[in-house]
């Protein structure tokens, strides 16, 4: 029966072939092929450690975020330090500043403009130009100067000997204060009837108050350093 | 007799040259599947050969056999590990059990000869 033997010679063929392969498959060198398990345990491993990776990338992305949003913040804060220390220096008076205020002109009595008079009948003193300035600090003056000699904390006024001394400095006659601020309203507080102005002039000294756009007004000159004087601390403060 | 016995030699042989030769390669993964197709086709010759010395052979029976108990044993494996079930252990011995009966078989038949 040639149909039954050609099946059963198609069958030992096929039988072969598949016999041949496995044996190709199972027979080679341990080290290019994996047990089945093995593989999977592999593959399982590697699909942890991508999941890791994955993961450890969107931390780092995060990380990268928060540091670019420190910088950007110690950025702003070094700015915003950088506008306070300016602020305070500015009212420190350790820098020159510049803006619309007045001018103050005050000077004796020339000698002999009076008859019988040989000297200054009346000579500006210290508690004049304190009036002076006090008036100007009362009328929101920012910043004021006296013969160039910036005001400041610890500046002073006094009568040393015949003349008059600011920030230990010695300014002669005539007095020129500076002061910035609304004009109006420091002339205006200086010019006041019965006021400083008033009370210079019936003393018969000249007292000339110009308003002024801009005015110029420079640094303190002198070292500010504080010896004695300490911050007080919160917790010492109970 | 003797034809279809030098027939089925030639076949075998001719299969295992090729098989040989062929640059056919399957993955290591794939492996037990034909592992286990190979098993229930040895399976089906014995019992082939058991049903030629029986007088009983069937074309038909042995070729559909052959074919079906070598796809279902590789689908059984195949679901098997899909499910996480060992069924590739119950294959090899449904079959191994039905191979050494069958070669029980063929031995009474050669030596009661």
Redesign the interface.
């Given at each position: 029966m040639p149909t039954r033997l050609y099946a059963v010679a198609l069958v030992a063929f096929v039988l072969g072939l598949l016999i041949t392969v496995q044996a190709r498959v199972a027979g080679q060198p341990p080290g290019e092929i994996l047990p089945a398990a093995r593989v999977q345990e592999l593959t399982a491993e590697l699909r942890r450690l991508e999941e890791a990776s994955a993961g450890l990338r969107r931390e780092a992305g995060e990380l990268e975020q928060k540091i670019a949003a420190a910088k950007q913040g110690q950025t702003q804060a070094r700015a915003a330090l950088q506008t306070e220390i300016e602020k305070y220096r500015i009212q420190a008076g350790l820098v020159p500043v510049v803006g619309p205020g007045v001018e103050v002109m005050i000077h004796n009595m020339p000698a002999g403009s009076l008859p019988g008079t040989e000297q200054y009948v009346f000579a500006v003193r210290d508690e004049d130009l304190l009036r002076v300035v006090n008036e100007l600090w009362g009328a929101g003056a920012e910043a004021i100067a006296v013969n160039g000699q910036r005001l400041v904390s610890t500046s002073e006024i006094r009568l040393a000997g015949t003349f008059i001394d600011v920030n230990l400095q010695r300014i002669t006659p005539p007095y020129t204060i500076v002061a910035i601020g609304d004009p109006d309203v420091l002339a205006s507080a200086l010019e006041i009837e019965g006021g400083v102005a008033e009370m210079l002039r019936a003393f018969g000294a000249s007292c000339l108050i110009k308003k002024k756009d801009t005015v110029r007004i420079p640094a303190y000159e002198g070292t500010m350093a504080f010896q004695y004087a300490r911050p007080i601390k919160e917790e010492v403060r109970g | 007799m003797w034809?279809?016995i030098s027939?089925?030699?030639?076949?075998?042989?001719?299969?295992?040259i090729?098989?040989?030769n062929?640059p056919?390669?399957?993955p290591?993964?794939y492996?037990?599947y034909?592992?286990i197709?190979?098993l229930a086709?040895?399976d089906?010759?014995f019992g082939?050969v058991r049903a030629g010395m029986e007088e009983r052979?069937d074309?038909a029976i042995?070729?559909s056999g052959?074919v079906s108990n070598t796809l279902l044993a590789a689908g059984l494996v195949f679901i098997g590990d899909r499910l996480g079930v060992e069924l590739y252990t119950a294959a090899v011995v449904a079959f191994g059990v039905r191979l050494f009966q069958n070669l029980a078989a063929i031995r009474r038949k050669l030596i009661k000869k």
């Amino acid at each position: 029966m040639p149909t039954r033997l050609y099946a059963v010679a198609l069958v030992a063929f096929v039988l072969g072939l598949l016999i041949t392969v496995q044996a190709r498959v199972a027979g080679q060198p341990p080290g290019e092929i994996l047990p089945a398990a093995r593989v999977q345990e592999l593959t399982a491993e590697l699909r942890r450690l991508e999941e890791a990776s994955a993961g450890l990338r969107r931390e780092a992305g995060e990380l990268e975020q928060k540091i670019a949003a420190a910088k950007q913040g110690q950025t702003q804060a070094r700015a915003a330090l950088q506008t306070e220390i300016e602020k305070y220096r500015i009212q420190a008076g350790l820098v020159p500043v510049v803006g619309p205020g007045v001018e103050v002109m005050i000077h004796n009595m020339p000698a002999g403009s009076l008859p019988g008079t040989e000297q200054y009948v009346f000579a500006v003193r210290d508690e004049d130009l304190l009036r002076v300035v006090n008036e100007l600090w009362g009328a929101g003056a920012e910043a004021i100067a006296v013969n160039g000699q910036r005001l400041v904390s610890t500046s002073e006024i006094r009568l040393a000997g015949t003349f008059i001394d600011v920030n230990l400095q010695r300014i002669t006659p005539p007095y020129t204060i500076v002061a910035i601020g609304d004009p109006d309203v420091l002339a205006s507080a200086l010019e006041i009837e019965g006021g400083v102005a008033e009370m210079l002039r019936a003393f018969g000294a000249s007292c000339l108050i110009k308003k002024k756009d801009t005015v110029r007004i420079p640094a303190y000159e002198g070292t500010m350093a504080f010896q004695y004087a300490r911050p007080i601390k919160e917790e010492v403060r109970g | 007799m003797w034809l279809g016995i030098s027939l089925t030699a030639v076949a075998l042989i001719a299969g295992v040259i090729i098989g040989l030769n062929v640059p056919l390669f399957i993955p290591q993964i794939y492996g037990k599947y034909l592992g286990i197709a190979i098993l229930a086709a040895i399976d089906s010759v014995f019992g082939g050969v058991r049903a030629g010395m029986e007088e009983r052979f069937d074309n038909a029976i042995f070729v559909s056999g052959f074919v079906s108990n070598t796809l279902l044993a590789a689908g059984l494996v195949f679901i098997g590990d899909r499910l996480g079930v060992e069924l590739y252990t119950a294959a090899v011995v449904a079959f191994g059990v039905r191979l050494f009966q069958n070669l029980a078989a063929i031995r009474r038949k050669l030596i009661k000869k």
